[in-house]
């Protein structure tokens, strides 16, 4: 009986953790199928927040098919860590540390005056850094850190890179964003979070603030050459989640964490939209659109309010200083 139910036990726990690993698999979601065929020798690339997750497996992706990659980051140890060892797995030697910490603007702008020097043109660039539901604090202009990494500093950068991304057409920007703005909503009255905080609602509102940007900016570019979309990565098991704390409590990790890990894309699978977006030669002219999964995708119908996206786009220029060169947050 007890040999038995010894046997019963371990065949269970064996169907068990083989069906985790088929449903890990399935939810991994779509693989850009074209990407073994595709190569980028050559095109110079940007992707920021480049030394971990999906952005290192961007960049390690772009690096394997011959871009000459800039890993715009924050954390200048980290990334040459990251550098080195893309640099070995890829043979590509032209994989490059620079910073650029999107909580500064002052920062932003040092990274495109360092860059326009060593570089005269521009292929690629991947809005990839963010930051998710962290308590609230403020960047240097005193922006509310996620509006203020996830958008306004994107913001800056893309429009400081425009007149190179021109120069270079037919050439592509991705951003990435996430399907947390089908939540979002832009709050007109209190954008800053200055009158009440919530992390949710914070990130939610940067997410929805990208695919705006990403409209507005499609418009804009009409007849330029330069492509622009976003992306939708998937839910993914990096350090973005860093302040979630159902995944970082010790109650997490033994009773929550292997529950949901199924669930969970790799940072390998959460790049591949981005590829996509940024190489895929049917998207050549495509511009304006949100891809989840390597396919197009409906938006939120708060996405789609034109009125509302040249009303932030006037508001980050203010507090961007993007005309000016001197940022204004009021």
């Known amino acids: 009986m007890f040999r038995s139910k010894l ?14 690993v088929l449903l890990k698999d399935y939810m991994q979601g779509a693989r850009f199928k074209r990407g073994g065929d595709i190569r980028a020798d050559g095109k110079v690339v940007i992707v920021t927040g480049a030394n971990t997750g999906i ?12 871009a000459n990659v800039y890993m715009a980051c924050r954390d200048m140890k980290k990334c040459e860590e990251a550098r080195k060892e893309i640099v070995l797995e890829t043979k590509n030697a032209n994989v490059y540390c620079r910073q650029c910490d999107l909580s500064s603007l002052q920062s932003v702008r040092k990274f495109v005056e360092q860059f326009k020097q060593e570089q005269t043109k521009l292929d690629i660039l991947i809005n990839n ?7 609230r604090s403020v960047t240097a202009e005193g922006i509310e850190l996620q509006l203020g990494v996830n958008h306004m500093g994107h913001f800056l950068l893309t429009n400081l890179l425009l007149d190179m991304l021109k120069m270079s057409a037919p050439s592509r920007i991705v951003v990435v964003s996430s399907l947390a703005h089908t939540r979002g909503k832009i709050n007109v009255q209190d954008l800053n979070s200055e009158k009440s905080y919530d992390r949710a609602a914070a990130y939610e509102q940067s997410k929805l603030a990208n695919v705006l940007f990403t409209r507005e900016l499609a418009k804009r570019l009409q007849g ?12 993914v ?5 860093r302040h979630m704390g159902i995944f970082n409590s010790w109650f997490s990790g033994i009773l929550v964490k292997p529950f949901i890990w199924p669930f969970l894309k790799s940072p390998i699978a959460g790049a591949q939209t981005s590829v996509y977006a940024a190489l895929d030669p049917e998207l050549e002219k495509v511009s304006g659109q949100y891809f989840s999964d390597c396919a197009a995708k409906d ?12 009303w932030l786009w006037a508001v980050s220029d203010k507090w961007t200083g993007t005309l000016t060169g001197t940022a204004a947050v009021s």
Request: charged share 20%.
């Open 129 to 135: 850094a963010g930051v998710m539901r962290c308590p």
């Open 299 to 310: 938006v939120a119908e708060q996405a789609k309010d034109d009125k509302l996206a040249q």
């Open 237 to 241: 098991d990096t350090e973005i989640m």
């Open 7 to 20: 046997v019963l036990g371990v065949s269970l726990t064996g169907t068990i953790i083989g069906g985790s």
């Open 55 to 66: 952005g290192k497996e961007t960049v390690m992706y772009l690096a394997n098919r011959g």
């Open 224 to 235: 330029t050459g330069v492509t622009v979309n976003a992306v939708h990565p998937g839910v």
